[in-house]
C-alpha cells in the first residue's frame, strides 16, 4: 500500500452530499452582492466521536480561506452559511474532522467514578497539552497551564473537572483544534457574484429606428432615444435594451410583413446584420454614430437606466466578414452561401457562421472581440440573441472572458427552445435566461413553472426573466383578451419573476393584430418596417405600467425569486400567490383573474401562522394598486375581481398596531 492511501485511511471523516452543487462541481451557482450562499452536507464518520464541520470560502484566486461554523441539523446534516460581498467569483468547500476533546469531554461528564475521572483528566491533559504546542501568543500559555492543572494529583478532583469542563477552555480548544487528520471535501465549488441587476430589473425593448415624434415618416435616431429617457424612466423601467444598431443589409432584404419584395424605402431586419457601412462593431447611419451611442449611454445612467444590447452572431450577405472571411460560412455544392432556414422559415437575408470551420479558433476571438468592443463603449448588459443555435462552449469561453475583464457584465440568453438546453446555456454563464412564462396560462401552468424556477435545483443557476410579449412573441392570450389580458400578464410577471420586461410601445398600446390566422408574428412588425408610435394615446397602459413598477420598486418583496409561495383558491381561474421579503416585514399577496372576459370570484385559504397572525384579530389587505383597504379576518377570505375594471389585486398585508393610548392602527 503506498504512502497516499495509509494516511488517507486515517481521514475518517465522510463529507457527501453537499448542496448546493451543480453537476458533481462542474459549473458554479449564482448569487449577487450581498446574498447568503447556504451550504449543507452529510457529514459523519465511524464510531460515536463528536464531529467538527467548517465551511471555507474565499475569492476566486486567493489562498487564504475564510471559515464559518456550520450547524448540526440532526441525521447527520449540517449547514453553514457566508455571504458574498463583491462582484466576481467565490470558491467554497467543507472540511471536517473528529473533535477528540468534545467527545472527551462529552464522555467525562458521564463518569461518576473518582479513580475513573482522574484516570480521564490525564488523558484530556495529553489532549490539551497537544494544543498548546500549535497555539500561539498568550493563548498557548494559558493552555498549557490548564493542561499542569488536569494533571495536578494534589489538587482537589472537583476543582481539576471544573477547569476540564469550564467554557474558557472549551473556547480556546475550539480556536485551536487539531486537524491533522480532517476532511477536505473532494472539490473545491464556484459561485459567480453578479450586480444587483442580474436578479431584479425592469425592461423596456424599443426600437431606435421608430423613436421619433408623433406623425414623422423619417428614421430614428440614438438622439431621439434620448428624448425618450423621461418617459420611460416615469414607467419605471431601469433597463433600456435596443436590438441591433448596426448597419443593415441590402443583399435579400425583407420587406414589410417579412416579404421577400422589398421596396427602395424598405427599411430591413436590423438582425440582418452587415453592409459596406460596416458590420458588428458599427452603429447603423441613419442611427448616428458612436458619440451619440455614448451620450445615450450617458443620459440613461443620469435617469438610473441602463443600456442593452443586442448580441446576435450572424451576417447579411453584404457583411465585411463575408468579404474577408469566406471561411466563416458554410456553401452549398454549388458554392453558394447557406442563408439560415428554419423550415417552414427562411431568412435568405442572413447567413449564420459555420461554426464548425476550421478557421473556428480566429471566428471566436473576433465574437469575443464584438462584445469586448461595446463593453469599451461603456454597455455592460447584453441580450443575445439565439445562444441555442451556437456552440455551448463558444459561450462558456466568451462569457468567461468578457467577464475576467468586466466582472460586472450581465449576459441575458434569448433562448426558446427545449427545457436541457435552456438551463445549459444558463448553467455555461448565462446571468439570466428568457423562460417560457408567455404560453403558461392556467393556474397549473403557472403554479408547476414558477415553483420549479423558485423552489428546485435549478434557480440556484437560472435566473428567470418574464417577458409577455417580444417583437417575435404575440401570444393568443394577448390576441383576443383586449387589454384585461395586457394588464393580467403584466402583472403576472412583475410580480412572479424579479426580472421582467416588455415589448414597449406595442405592449403599451395594446398591439394585438397577427399577421395571420395562428400566427403569433405581429401585423405590421416592426422588425421589419418603421412604426408610428403614438405614446401619448389616451388608451395607453403607460400609468397602469407605471404603478405595477412602482409597487416593485417600493416593495423588496418583489426583487426575489426564491420567497415565491401559491395559496389555494376554490375558482381555476383566480391565482394567488405570495412574496415575502428576508426580514418579513414586507409581505405581498399578488391575486389575479385569469380570464379576460368575465368577473371571477373566490374564497382564498391562508396559512396564517406564516405570517405570524392571530386568528382572532382582523388584518388589513391594502391593493396597492387601487389604493382599497379591506379587512379580512381569519385564514378564509373571499375576493371578486372584474377584468373590465382591474384583473387584480396587488395586496400589501398591514398588521394591527396598537399604542399605549389603545388606538390601533395597522403597519
Not at 480548544?173 to 473545491?188: H, L
Not at 466568451?398 to 467577464?403: A, R, S, V
Request: with cysteine.
Amino acid at each position: 500500500m503506498s504512502q497516499a492511501p495509509r494516511e488517507a485511511g486515517r481521514r475518517r471523516v465522510v463529507i457527501e452530499s453537499v448542496t448546493p452543487e451543480i453537476d458533481a462541481g462542474r459549473f458554479s451557482i449564482k448569487r449577487v452582492i450581498g446574498d447568503d450562499v447556504q451550504v449543507e452536507a452529510d457529514v459523519f464518520a465511524d464510531g460515536h466521536d463528536e464531529i467538527c464541520c467548517v465551511l471555507r470560502y474565499c475569492r476566486d484566486g486567493a489562498t487564504a480561506w475564510n471559515e464559518v461554523a456550520t450547524q448540526a441539523l440532526g441525521n447527520d446534516r449540517w449547514r453553514g452559511v457566508f455571504t458574498v460581498t463583491e462582484v466576481g467569483r467565490y470558491r467554497y468547500t467543507l472540511m471536517a474532522w473528529t473533535d477528540r476533546f468534545a467527545t472527551w469531554r462529552n464522555e467525562l461528564r458521564r463518569r461518576t467514578e473518582p479513580g475513573d475521572i482522574a484516570s480521564a483528566l490525564l488523558s484530556g491533559a495529553e489532549l490539551v497539552g497537544a494544543a498548546a504546542q500549535h497555539a500561539s501568543g498568550e493563548e498557548a500559555e494559558r493552555l498549557r497551564n490548564w493542561a499542569q492543572s488536569l494533571r495536578a494529583a494534589d489538587t482537589d478532583l472537583q476543582d481539576r473537572l471544573r477547569v476540564a469542563l469550564g467554557e474558557d477552555l472549551t473556547q480556546a480548544m475550539i480556536r485551536w483544534p487539531d486537524r491533522s487528520q480532517a476532511t477536505v471535501y473532494c472539490r473545491e465549488l464556484l459561485v459567480t457574484v453578479d450586480p444587483p441587476c442580474a436578479r431584479y430589473g425592469t425592461w423596456y425593448e424599443m426600437f431606435p429606428r421608430s423613436c421619433t415624434p408623433e406623425g414623422s415618416a423619417r428614421h430614428g435616431t440614438l438622439r431621439d432615444c434620448e428624448r425618450r429617457l423621461a418617459d420611460i424612466a416615469a414607467m419605471g423601467f431601469d433597463v433600456l435594451y435596443l436590438p441591433p444598431i448596426h448597419p443593415i443589409g441590402e443583399t435579400a432584404r425583407k420587406g414589410r410583413n417579412n416579404t421577400r419584395a422589398a421596396s427602395p424605402a424598405d427599411v430591413g431586419s436590423p438582425w440582418a446584420i452587415g453592409s459596406a457601412a460596416g458590420g458588428h462593431k458599427s452603429v447603423h447611419p441613419q442611427l448616428g454614430t458612436l458619440a451619440d451611442l455614448h451620450a445615450l449611454v450617458a443620459a440613461a445612467d443620469a435617469r438610473g437606466i441602463a443600456i442593452a444590447l443586442d448580441i446576435a452572431f450572424q451576417c447579411s450577405p453584404d457583411h465585411p466578414y463575408v468579404r474577408e472571411h469566406p471561411q466563416w460560412f458554410r456553401k452549398r455544392p454549388d458554392g453558394s452561401i447557406q442563408y439560415a432556414e428554419n423550415p417552414p422559415k427562411q431568412y435568405q437575408d442572413i447567413y449564420p457562421f459555420d461554426f464548425e470551420t476550421a478557421d473556428w479558433q480566429a471566428l471566436w476571438e473576433e465574437l469575443s472581440s464584438v462584445v469586448s468592443f461595446w463593453a469599451a463603449q461603456g454597455v455592460r448588459i447584453f441580450r443575445v440573441d439565439n445562444p441555442h443555435t451556437k456552440p455551448f462552449a463558444l459561450w462558456e469561453w466568451l462569457i468567461g472572458e468578457t467577464k475576467r475583464a468586466h466582472p460586472e457584465a450581465i449576459f441575458l440568453a434569448e433562448a426558446f427552445t427545449r427545457p436541457k438546453i435552456m438551463r445549459r446555456l444558463a448553467k455555461l454563464g448565462f446571468s439570466q435566461s428568457y423562460t417560457y412564462f408567455a404560453w403558461r396560462n392556467t393556474k397549473h401552468q403557472l403554479t408547476e413553472y414558477f415553483t420549479e424556477l423558485a423552489h428546485t435545483e435549478v434557480r440556484e443557476y437560472l435566473r428567470a426573466s418574464a417577458w409577455p410579449n417580444t417583437p417575435d412573441i404575440l401570444t393568443e392570450t394577448l390576441q383576443f383578451g383586449g387589454r384585461p389580458a395586457f394588464m393580467a400578464r403584466l402583472v403576472l410577471a412583475a410580480t412572479l419573476a424579479a426580472s421582467y420586461g416588455i415589448y414597449g410601445p406595442a405592449f403599451e398600446l395594446l398591439e394585438a393584430a397577427a399577421r395571420e390566422p395562428g400566427s403569433e408574428e405581429y401585423l405590421d412588425s416592426e422588425k421589419y418596417q418603421l412604426r408610428d408610435w403614438n405614446v401619448a394615446r389616451p388608451d395607453s397602459l403607460r400609468e397602469f405600467i407605471a404603478r405595477v413598477n412602482s409597487i416593485r420598486r417600493d416593495n423588496p418583496a418583489l426583487q426575489q425569486d426564491w420567497n415565491l409561495c401559491f395559496y389555494p383558491v376554490d375558482n381555476d381561474e383566480l391565482i394567488c400567490y405570495c412574496k415575502t421579503s428576508r426580514d418579513h416585514a414586507n409581505v405581498i399577496l399578488v391575486v389575479v383573474n385569469l380570464d379576460p372576459h368575465h368577473r371571477q370570484t373566490g374564497w382564498i385559504d391562508l396559512p396564517l401562522a406564516d405570517f405570524d397572525l392571530d386568528a382572532r384579530q382582523p388584518f388589513q389587505m391594502h391593493d396597492l394598486l387601487s389604493d382599497a383597504r379591506y379587512l379580512w379576518h381569519g385564514a378564509r377570505n373571499f375576493v371578486e375581481l372584474d377584468p373590465a375594471s382591474s384583473p387584480a389585486h396587488i395586496f400589501r398585508l398591514r398588521r394591527r398596531v396598537r399604542t399605549e393610548r389603545d388606538f390601533d392602527y395597522f403597519l
